[in-house]
C-alpha cells in the first residue's frame, strides 16, 4: 500500500487542522494506520492510530482530548482531527499502515510495515 499524508499547513495557536492519510489499493481497509510526529530536533513520537475496522483507537497523552480519529474505507482514508493546537504540535507528521488486520492499536513505530510522506503542521501566531 501506499500512503500519502495531506492536510499541513499554518494555523494559530487554538486552532484547527484535520489531516488525512490516503491509501492506494483495495487493501487499504485490512491495514491498522497510525499517526506519528517528528518535530525538529526530536524523535519521531506517537500521536493516534486506529485499527483496520475503525473499532479501536488510541492517542497519545499529549493530545488525548484535543483529537479524534476515524476513518472511511470507501475512499482510503483515514482522518486525524485536530483541535486546540499548540506550538509543541508542530511537526511533520506522518502516517503509517500495519499489515494484516490488526486489532489492537500500536504505539511503537516498528509495528507498522509501510510509511507515507509528511506533512507539516506549524503552529504559530
Known amino acids: 500500500v501506499q500512503l500519502q499524508a495531506s492536510g499541513g499547513g499554518l494555523v494559530q495557536p487554538g486552532g484547527s487542522l484535520r489531516l488525512s492519510c490516503s491509501g492506494s489499493?483495495?487493501?487499504?481497509?485490512?491495514?491498522?494506520i497510525g499517526w506519528f510526529r517528528q518535530a525538529p530536533g526530536k524523535e519521531r513520537e506517537f500521536v493516534a492510530a486506529?485499527?483496520?475496522?475503525?473499532?479501536?483507537?488510541d492517542f497519545a497523552d499529549s493530545v488525548k482530548g484535543r483529537c479524534t480519529l476515524f476513518r472511511d474505507n470507501f475512499v482510503n482514508t483515514v482522518y486525524l482531527q485536530m483541535n486546540s493546537l499548540k506550538a509543541d504540535d508542530t511537526a511533520v507528521y506522518f502516517c503509517a499502515a500495519e499489515k494484516d488486520r490488526p486489532t489492537l492499536t500500536h504505539t511503537s513505530a516498528r509495528m507498522y510495515d509501510y510509511w507515507g510522506q509528511g506533512t507539516l503542521v506549524t503552529v504559530s501566531s
Open positions: 489499493g483495495r487493501t487499504f481497509s485490512s491495514f491498522g
Open positions: 486506529i485499527t483496520w475496522n475503525g473499532g479501536s483507537s
